[in-house]
């Protein structure tokens, strides 16, 4: 008995030695097939956590790669597939002449800056996809907006449906957390004339247009149906304002959402997107923590701001530092270098 015990102790001990002599080769070979620049990259990340920290891993040589790409983005283009559409799994309908409107989004984006991108997918002319970006001087603005239209059987004699991809946060009184697009164009809302889908002479571009222009504006608490006339002079502005703040913290949320994942197709001009963009909207938040107002930063300068009243700014500050750090964290994820100077302390 006693010779079986030693045994098994003798055999347990040189299977430990074993895993320990092992494991420190395996700890070698890896430090030293790393290349200088990777361990450099490894050092920088650990040094910097203060630092925005990429795509997911978007390193050095991808960078240039990436923004390359994001500055010839197509405003429109035809794609293979469409693998996460909403409306992957609605029957199949028949391509309309209407996408010859599409076409020409591109000409229209260059002349008027609308800052839409659209795919359709080649195998089912019936599904589109619409990124919209948040127009300057609104809450939204620097924001990227999801869109996936579905042409169905009877179009155009019906509208086109359309559906946003909220990631479960209602960012507008036409923009539901489910999903649900609330337009007049779209007959998912009331309207007079032009105001709702006509047939033969409404586009999936005055649709998109009217999102960027209408829904997504300065002032999209007055958006909620009969706000305009409840709530007037100063309790409408004073209003306004506090629902601005909180679309704005919705707003970056809705970034770093799409920023971790991208919607198919657009993944690079996400990513470069945000290189372009993440000191911008970092220093918006900021100025805005300093008491600007939302919105009040046009071109990368701050126009006609109002301090915030000061009982009304602390739970928008909270929100705001709260968001910061990740902020930091998924633009440096990203490739973004010049962060550092925003992180805050607890």
Not at 76 to 95: C, G, L, T
Not at 166 to 189: A, Q
Not at 197 to 226: C, D, H, Y
Not at 245 to 255: D, P, R
Request: proline share 4%; net charge positive.
């Amino acid at each position: 008995m006693e010779n079986t015990l030693l045994s098994l102790a003798i055999i347990y001990v040189i299977m430990w030695s074993m895993w320990l002599i092992i494991t420190a080769v395996m700890r070698y070979l890896k430090s030293n097939t790393s290349t200088g620049s990777d361990q450099s990259a490894v050092l920088q990340s650990n040094t910097s956590s203060s630092r925005c920290s990429s795509s997911f891993g978007l390193n050095a040589r991808r960078r240039p790669v990436v923004m390359q790409n994001y500055q010839t983005f197509k405003t429109f283009d035809i794609i293979d597939d469409f693998k996460d559409h909403h409306y992957r799994e609605f029957s199949h309908s028949v391509m309309h002449s209407d996408y010859l409107n599409v076409f020409r989004l591109s000409d229209k984006n260059a002349k008027k800056s609308y800052t839409i991108y659209v795919r359709v997918s080649e195998s089912r002319m019936d599904l589109l996809r619409a990124v919209i970006i948040g127009p300057a001087g609104t809450p939204y603005h620097d924001g990227l907006f999801i869109f996936d239209v579905h042409f169905p059987p009877k179009y155009p004699a019906v509208p086109p449906e359309v559906h946003y991809h909220s990631r479960g946060l209602g960012i507008n009184p036409n923009l539901y957390s489910c999903g649900r697009v609330c337009l007049s164009l779209l007959n998912t809302w009331t309207g007079r004339g032009n105001e709702k889908w006509l047939p033969n002479r409404s586009t999936v571009l005055q649709i998109l247009v009217s999102i960027q222009a209408l829904v997504l504006n300065e002032k999209p608490f007055f958006n909620e149906p009969g706000y305009d006339s409840t709530y007037t002079g100063s309790e409408g502005a004073r209003r306004s304002k506090k629902y601005n703040e909180e679309i704005f913290i919705l707003s970056l949320k809705t970034m770093v959402y799409t920023l971790r994942s991208p919607p198919r197709h657009f993944e690079d001009f996400v990513s470069g997107h945000f290189l372009a963009r993440g000191r911008a909207i970092l220093l918006a938040c900021r100025a805005y923590m300093e008491g600007a107002d939302i919105g009040c930063i046009v071109k990368d300068e701050i126009q006609g701001c109002r301090k915030v009243e000061k009982r009304n700014l602390q739970g928008f500050k909270r929100g705001i530092a709260n968001l910061m750090n990740s902020l930091i964290v998924n633009f440096t994820m990203n490739g973004s270098e010049d962060c550092a100077e925003f992180h805050l302390t607890e």
